[in-house]
Structure formats: structure tokens, C-alpha cells
Nanobody, 116 residues
Framework: QVQLVESGGALVQPGGSLRLSCLASGFPFSSYWMTWYRQAPGNEREMVAGISAGSRTRNYADSVKGRFTISRDGTKSTVYLQMNSLNSEDTAVYFC?????????WGQGTKVTVSS
């Protein structure tokens, strides 16, 4: 059974940093592309960053390029999202995603609020 468990969300001031984690299980983690998405209130879910199985390829939404970094640790079956220079537009629930065995799997999300 595939499980994705996000953590690390918090209330942070503008300009601050956070690191999100997503612990994965139930599939061969090291063989699959992993993606972070986010959904702000009233908005559709959007892709934030993705990372290939071997970490060679990383994609980012234009809105986070240069501020966010996605990484993964196969020994811990965990994918990370380091977020720097946060601003109010980064406020959202952040979700971890994997497309495995023909379907999308999502975690429950972790909430990030950027506010002074």
C-alpha cells in the first residue's frame, strides 16, 4: 500500500525558510519520479518541483526557481523541499505525489503559512 506522509509545514515570516519532508512507502522509492505540489485557498493544485529517480533531473515552477530546492534520500525513502525567501504567495498546503502502477498517489498535505 502506497503511503506518502508530509511534514514540516509551519507559520513562517516573509523572507524565512522551511524544509518540508515526505516519507514514502509501499513502492520502490528509488525508481520513481517524485513531485511536490501545492494548493492555495481558492486555487487549483499546482506543480512546485519534481525530481527524477536518480536525482539527475529536477524541474521547478517559474514562481519558485532560485528559491526552492527539491532533493531526495533513497536510504530514508524521503523527498525534501527546501524553501527559502518565502513570501505570502507561497502560502498553501503542500502535497507529495508519485505516479505508480498507473495512478497518482497523494499525501495528506502539510500547511505552510507565510505571514508577519
Amino acid at each position: 500500500q502506497v503511503q506518502l506522509v508530509e511534514s514540516g509545514g509551519a507559520l513562517v515570516q516573509p523572507g524565512g525558510s522551511l524544509r518540508l519532508s515526505c516519507l514514502a512507502s509501499g513502492f520502490p522509492f528509488s525508481s520513481y519520479w517524485m513531485t511536490w505540489y501545492r494548493q492555495a485557498p481558492g486555487n487549483e493544485r499546482e506543480m512546485v518541483a519534481g525530481i527524477s529517480a536518480g536525482s539527475r533531473t529536477r524541474n521547478y515552477a517559474d514562481s519558485v526557481k532560485g528559491r526552492f530546492t527539491i532533493s531526495r534520500d533513497g536510504t530514508k525513502s524521503t523527498v525534501y523541499l527546501q524553501m527559502n525567501s518565502l513570501n505570502s504567495e507561497d502560502t498553501a498546503v503542500y502535497f507529495c505525489n508519485v505516479f505508480f502502477d498507473g495512478r497518482n498517489y497523494w499525501g495528506q498535505g502539510t500547511k505552510v503559512t507565510v505571514s508577519s
